[in-house]
């Protein structure tokens, strides 16, 4: 049974910066994809950064290049996703997912490619 919980999400102001965590258990092989999304009232769950838990890789939006990483500790079984710079357009509820079968290949981008979700943490972001 996987069992995804988020935690870091908060208020900040323009230019700050949040952590997000997410506690991973049940994911006990590397062929799952980990990733987190976002979603904003009004708007699609959009997928932010990925990782490869089979060979490491990662993937971002074009929106948060430069801005965001995603890093996993193993020994933790936590995901992270460490966002600086953060804009208001950085506001939503944001949601640790794994995709079960797709390490090792490529991240899925679309939400329906991933079997587990966490129950969100939102990050707000005022101008």
């Known amino acids: 049974q996987v069992q995804l919980v988020e935690s870091g999400g908060g208020s900040v102001q323009a230019g700050g910066s949040l952590r997000l965590s997410c506690a991973a258990s049940g994911v006990t092989s590397r062929t799952y994809c980990m990733a987190w999304f976002r979603q904003a009232p009004g708007k699609e769950r959009e997928r932010v950064a990925s990782f490869d838990l089979a060979n490491g890789s990662t993937q971002y939006a074009d929106s948060v290049k430069g801005r965001f990483t995603i890093s996993q500790d193993n020994a933790k079984n936590t995901l992270y996703l460490q966002m600086s710079n953060l804009k208001p357009e950085d506001t939503a509820m944001y949601y640790c997912?794994?995709?079960?079968?797709?390490?090792?290949?490529?991240?899925?981008?679309?939400?329906?490619?991933?079997?587990?979700w966490g129950q969100g943490t939102q990050v707000t972001v005022s101008s």
């Open positions: 997912a794994a995709a079960r079968g797709w390490g090792g290949t490529y991240c899925p981008a679309t939400r329906y490619n991933y079997n587990y």
